[in-house]
């Protein structure tokens, strides 16, 4: 077992060398329009600060930041889930899917349903709901918008679509927004709001809850699929030290790029808890499910949240 | 072998109940009477599954039913989230509102002259009456009861009515022997109930016979002075065995 863990990291270096010649490139003309940014912006303006991993920088800043370090990443951040996850969370996004059930077991097109994928990037989980929709529940109508606030991670969640069954058929729609306020989508419009690996690096999580609620029809699902504690502490052990230890050293030698690994790396340690998180989801207004509300992942170093908007 | 394994598990698992120390306060929870528990099941929850339960004659215990349940109160299709167990959470909410629903379905006058295994007898066949609505589809919820993963809270629905039934009878004794009667009523009514499934006869006559039957052969009801062995006994040995009494394809 351990010797599986300890062999795929050298299988995903390998993979993450291939993209090595786009990543760098990507990276310093971002960081320097993030540079430019910065300039622009005193940090004294506004003293709102807020967490960038374990670093603490303005709020107006982690926006920008955030977006330098999936612009860095934009065509390399399976590499990085691959990594975080000890190469599954594809595994986990065909679970997270198939426990959604997305699509309408009635054949009318009226009720098909209407799914927001948030920071959805490249499209994989929209991509996983559609062909469930459709294979499983036999939905031909049901739709999805593919929302995020990096204009290049929906462009590249664009050209991936092309490779789909549904790249022009109008099931697919894209918008650029920042999800703490989505001013485009209507109040109660929403059948199901999914957010995968992506909650985390929200400047203000909760005004991205509420902003959920609101778009949510009444009886709309919220589901979050995001890296959160695991619950037993050898494994931790064990997972903070590859973690932390080796991710960052690993970004640094194959992308160049110490700091975006050590971000990600850091926020999900400063992620809420399991509890947390669900009590910040029902604080927003919405019931949990029957059960414990929420569903660990591999020991808890992902795990799923939903809650449904009351009628 | 992972089967045998999580049957073992159950005492610990399925009730706070199985330190003997602490018998005295599980036991209270049951007693709907004097200490009526919070609702089984939260608001949002509750509504959708009483108007899902509606559906059942026509839909079985069912997604479809839960969904029905959920589209006939407002909500969507994807409300149905609501329950990760999906037909398993309705069929619990029919055995916990069945069970609550006993005490006023049936009542003994302070002065009744019932003896307590006649009281018991009239208690089980209320409750198989209670069925008789769904009764075309509960050999598929025993299926659902079957699933690996649904059987602890099955055992221990059932375990809480045989509690219910003999409290209703009048039966206060709180000694060992509550786990030797918990488990003979448990064994009784599992099968009894399995009978009602393909009972043809006008008013369910048989089912009635069968567990005045089953009663009659259980001699000691309530009067065997049980022990702590017959509790681990019975788990060891009846766990699987009640099981399979209650149709589960265990
Ligand atoms: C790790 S990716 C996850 C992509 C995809 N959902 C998946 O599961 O593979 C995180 C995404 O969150 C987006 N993001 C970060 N902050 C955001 C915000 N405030 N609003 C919308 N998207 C945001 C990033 O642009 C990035 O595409």
């Known amino acids: ?236 052990a064990f997972y903070k030290r590859w973690s932390f230890g080796a991710i960052p050293l690993i970004g640094q030698v194959v992308a160049g790029d110490r700091d975006s690994y050590q971000y990600l790396v850091e926020s999900i340690e400063r992620f809420p808890t399991q509890e947390e998180f669900k009590a910040m989801i029902e604080r927003a207004g919405f019931v949990a499910p029957a059960g414990v509300g929420y569903e660990n992942l591999t020991g808890g170093i992902a795990c799923i949240h939903k809650g449904i908007k009351p009628v | 072998m992972s089967l045998s394994l999580s049957l073992r598990a159950l005492p610990r698992s399925s009730s706070a109940c199985s330190h003997i120390a602490s018998v005295q306060v599980c036991r209270r929870t049951y007693y709907s009477i004097h200490h009526p528990d919070p609702p089984p099941f939260p608001p949002v929850q509750a509504t959708i599954l009483a108007s899902a339960i509606q559906h059942v004659p026509r839909l079985g215990f069912t997604q479809a039913a839960v969904t029905a349940g959920a589209q006939s109160t407002g909500y969507l299709e994807a409300s149905t989230l609501l329950f990760p167990r999906g037909p398993f959470d309705l069929i619990r909410y029919h055995l916990v509102t069945e069970r609550l629903a006993l005490k006023d379905r049936v009542q003994f006058p302070a002065d009744s002259k019932l003896g307590l295994t006649e009281k018991v007898k009239k208690l089980v066949v209320a409750r198989l009456i209670a069925n008789k609505d769904i009764i075309g589809h509960w050999q598929g919820a025993l299926g659902h009861m079957s699933l690996l993963e649904n059987i602890p809270a099955s055992l221990a629905e059932l375990g809480n009515l045989a509690d219910e039934i003999w409290y209703l009878a009048g039966d206060k004794s709180v000694d060992f022997s509550w786990y030797t009667k918990r488990a003979q009523l448990s064994a009784v009514y599992a099968s009894s109930e399995t009978f009602m499934t393909t009972d043809q006869s006008p008013g369910f006559r048989d089912t009635e016979e069968f567990v005045e039957r089953r009663l009659g052969d259980a001699k000691t009801v309530g009067g065997a002075a049980g022990g702590f062995t017959d509790y681990v006994g019975w788990w060891a040995g009846n766990g699987l065995g009640l099981a399979r009494a209650w149709g589960m394809k265990v």
């Open chain 1, 1 to 236: 077992m351990a010797a599986r863990v300890l062999l795929r990291p050298s299988r995903l270096i390998a993979q993450a060398v291939n993209i090595r010649p786009s990543s760098p490139r990507a990276f310093s003309l971002s960081m320097r329009s993030f540079q430019q940014q910065e300039a622009r912006q005193s940090p004294a303006q506004d003293d709102r600060t807020t967490h960038f991993g374990f670093e603490t920088v303005p709020e107006s800043e982690k926006e920008a930041r955030v977006g330098a370090v999936f612009s860095s990443v934009a065509s390399s951040y399976d590499t990085m889930n691959d990594l975080m996850s000890l190469g599954i969370h594809r595994l986990w996004k065909d679970h997270f899917v198939r426990t959604l059930n997305p699509g309408s077991r009635t054949a009318s097109p009226t009720s098909a349903w209407s799914i927001l994928d948030i920071a959805g990037g490249t499209g994989d989980i929209a991509f996983r709901m559609l062909d469930h929709a459709t294979n499983i529940n036999g939905d031909l109508h049901t739709k999805v918008t593919i929302s995020d606030i990096n204009p290049d991670m929906l462009a590249e969640g664009k050209k991936r679509s092309l490779a789909t069954p549904y790249a022009s058929t109008g099931r697919l729609d894209f918008l650029v927004g920042n999800a703490e306020k989505l001013p485009s989508i209507e109040s109660n419009s929403i059948d199901l709001y999914t957010v995968a690996f992506g909650i985390r690096n929200f400047t203000d999580k909760d005004a991205a809850l509420r902003e959920a609620f609101r778009v949510l029809k009444p009886g709309g699902v919220f589901a979050c699929l995001e890296f959160s504690h695991v619950d037993s502490s050898l494994f931790n």
